[in-house]
């Protein structure tokens, strides 16, 4: 599985990962955008059937952003069975499925299954048609189950690499554990509510200096107003020490005027 | 919001959802493929700041595969401030964000986000960056929270019009009530319980007659994993018809034989 020409690690190629197979593909371009597609959303193993302009194709490589180990791995095949005959199960992408009886998934549902049967040790594969045409009825009959993106109904029309995108994106987030929110605080942290007091008290005091919580029936509540502004989000160690500077400053700026 | 030339009808336009805003984009085809992704999740507020090569551009519209409507209503700014100036939450895309205190949501959590800011009333905006360099950090100084796709580590790279996509795929998404899983059936129906048990019936009087039952010790078992295989995935109605025609035809060229 190593590329013919050392293209860049893009990651690791796992034995019951999907098979993407294009069938059809009329142009080489589109199977290029197809494998970089592939490794976005971590999809290593590609297959072809019947190219329209033959295999392998230039163009494919260049505009594949560098997924070159993809297409260098790329399998061949002249018709959907031959390429479909060691799998052990078969989606077949379709936006509007017609006449077939057929299970009928989303993109995300399909990719939940997928990655089940990965783990059970089977080894599926995705068909995804021609550019224009589409999937034929021979084909889908091919398939265990049929995709179908929920998408606007009034403008379905993707291309081929984002087609395959959508299903990739779907994979990899089968897998994924990213926090749907973080704070991305780098070098710093999220201050502590001691960090966050002392600040407070920074602040109170200058205020109280300045005379502008002099009235004593409001200032409860104005105190309170400025503790819920500042903890309505997190904040960090560093920008506490930024605000604490920057009442200081303002502070020495009105006590050199007076 | 009609388009100038009165473009395909390609949905309903919500006065509170997220309006994507291009940042300095360089390809006017870019900007149409934009267009056509946006289309295709239900996203049609468009606005451009600074586009490279001015605007409007027909090889946008050439690009957006009948997006039309998104482009003749698309607003152009000469800054990122005044492209947000009316919005009340800035979303930024930003693949790998460096050096910035900031919440950090994948796209999912993003969409569920701008799905309830929209609910709430309140208008909300996407930044894109330029091609090849992204948004800057000044224009990510501008957004409330930044939006950084779950991809595979190893190979992020994504065009524009991917990314504007993924964010409109998961923004459709949100709204999506399509179940996982379901059986396409068309003109038939599901069979019931009935159903089956009469085709069953059909199937087991035949063999009997042909003596494959004949091991009476045997017999209930391989009744069993008959219904098992048959009862494994939901079957239409229509194809019990075809199953029994299957076992009427072959039990009577069998009956011709002998």
Not at 18 to 24: E, K
Not at 38 to 62: C, K, S, T
Not at 64 to 84: H, K
Not at 148 to 163: E, V
Request: contains cysteine; glycine residues 8%.
């Amino acid at each position: 599985m190593t590329g013919r020409d050392g293209g860049a690690d893009i990651g690791p190629l796992g034995d019951f990962d999907p098979v993407v197979i294009l069938v059809r593909p009329q142009l080489a371009e589109n199977i290029g955008t197809t494998a970089r597609a592939m490794a976005n959303g971590g999809l290593f193993h590609l297959r072809i059937v019947a190219p329209r302009d033959g295999w392998p194709q230039e163009r494919a490589w260049y505009a594949s952003s560098g997924a070159d180990r993809i297409l260098d791995a790329a399998q061949v095949f002249e018709t959907v069975d031959d390429a479909v005959a060691d799998l052990h199960r078969i989606f077949a992408t379709c936006p509007r499925p017609r006449h077939v009886v057929k299970p009928v998934m989303t993109a995300r549902g399909a990719a939940a299954e997928l990655r089940v049967a990965s783990t059970r040790g089977l080894r599926t594969g995705i068909l995804f048609g021609p550019e224009r045409a589409g999937l034929d009825n021979e084909d889908m009959a091919r398939a265990d189950t049929l995709v179908r993106y929920p998408l606007n109904p009034k403008f379905m029309s993707l291309n081929l690499a984002q087609a395959v995108l959508i299903m990739a994106y779907e994979w990899f987030l089968t897998e994924d554990m990213t926090p749907p929110r973080e704070l991305m605080t780098n070098e710093t942290h999220v201050a502590t509510k001691g960090e966050m007091e002392n600040f407070m008290s920074h602040l109170i005091r200058d205020l109280d200096e300045t005379n502008f919580l002099r009235n004593e029936q409001k200032r409860p509540g104005m105190v309170r107003n400025l503790r819920h502004f500042f903890t309505r989000g997190e904040v960090t160690e560093q920008e506490l020490r930024t605000l604490h500077g920057v009442v200081s400053e303002l502070s020495s700026a009105r006590r050199n005027r007076s």
